[in-house]
């Protein structure tokens, strides 16, 4: 049986907005090449949680953490790591795309120039292969220097996701990926994700029960203690968490919370 290698490593962590405390000494491995759904009530810190894995929060405001945050073994708190190099390694796509007022093209190739000048041969091949890898080459190969805004949302979401393809992340973090989205589009995203299962670390946030039962090979389940503060309750297996947890009302389609479900263990 081959070893779970963590992608990424969190130990003992606390986190501060300023002086609020969000989150308390959270501990988990996260599995290379293996996707994680974090799953728990609103306001218990998730989103918090994720965002702190890349650094993100702290282009919010002024932050405090306590433990570590290893990538692949590198604490990403310390103080000479490379952000840039970080939020390419570990990729976020945001709920509402996030895209840039320029054509397709220039949006895929965005992160991509940054790194680094390339001749338009090898920037074009890329920006091909990252539109295929999100599924969206056939519909935009004839109007690649056509505005990425006059996409639909839920091609705009994909393209936020070629775009991250594009630097060749290792992981790639989502949050609330699938709200606001179509059914159809929906199931797109599930299938581009399925694709990638092998390739990528994914960690996503979800409240859609059925999706997380879906996609995810290991579940984390999140709660907040009496002081409001976000806490890891759990994390196994996806089947293990939902057994103990969910029961079998997973079958019912979306579950609008955890708190009625915790309080029925």
């Known amino acids: 049986m081959s070893k779970i290698i963590p992608a990424i490593r969190v130990k003992n962590f606390s986190f501060y907005y300023h002086t609020q405390k969000i989150l308390e000494d959270v501990s988990i491995d996260i599995p290379q090449n293996k996707i994680l759904a974090i799953i728990g009530p609103s306001g218990c810190g998730k989103s918090t949680f994720l965002k702190s894995l890349n650094r993100m929060s702290e282009l919010e405001t002024e932050i405090k953490i306590e433990g570590q945050v290893e990538f692949f073994g590198q604490n990403i708190y310390e103080r000479r790591i490379n952000l840039n190099r970080l939020r390419r390694q570990v990729s976020t796509i945001y709920p509402t795309p996030n895209l840039f007022p320029m054509s397709i093209y220039d949006n895929v190739a965005y992160g991509v120039k940054l790194i680094g000048w390339r001749p338009k041969t090898e920037l074009d091949e890329v920006v091909e292969l990252a539109l295929k890898a999100a599924d969206m080459w056939e519909e935009v190969k004839n109007r690649l220097y056509k505005p990425a805004l006059e996409l639909s949302c839920g091609q705009q979401?994909?393209?936020?996701?070629?775009?991250?393809?594009?630097?060749?992340?290792?992981?790639?973090?989502?949050?609330e990926l699938f709200v606001g989205l179509d059914p159809i589009t929906s199931g797109k995203i599930e299938e581009l994700i399925q694709c990638l299962r092998s390739e990528l670390t994914i960690v996503f946030v979800s409240h859609?029960?059925?999706?997380?039962?879906?996609l995810s090979d290991f579940t984390a389940l999140f709660h907040y203690n009496e002081n409001h503060v976000g806490q890891l309750l759990e994390v196994a297996s996806t089947t293990?968490?939902?057994?103990?947890?969910?029961?079998?009302?997973?079958?019912?389609?979306?579950?609008?919370?955890?708190?009625?479900i915790l309080n029925s263990r």
């Open 157 to 175: 979401q994909r393209l936020c996701i070629a775009r991250a393809l594009a630097v060749k992340p290792q992981v790639l973090l989502m949050d």
């Open 208 to 214: 859609n029960m059925q999706q997380v039962y879906r």
């Open 240 to 260: 293990k968490v939902f057994a103990r947890n969910l029961d079998s009302r997973i079958h019912e389609g979306n579950i609008p919370g955890l708190q009625k």
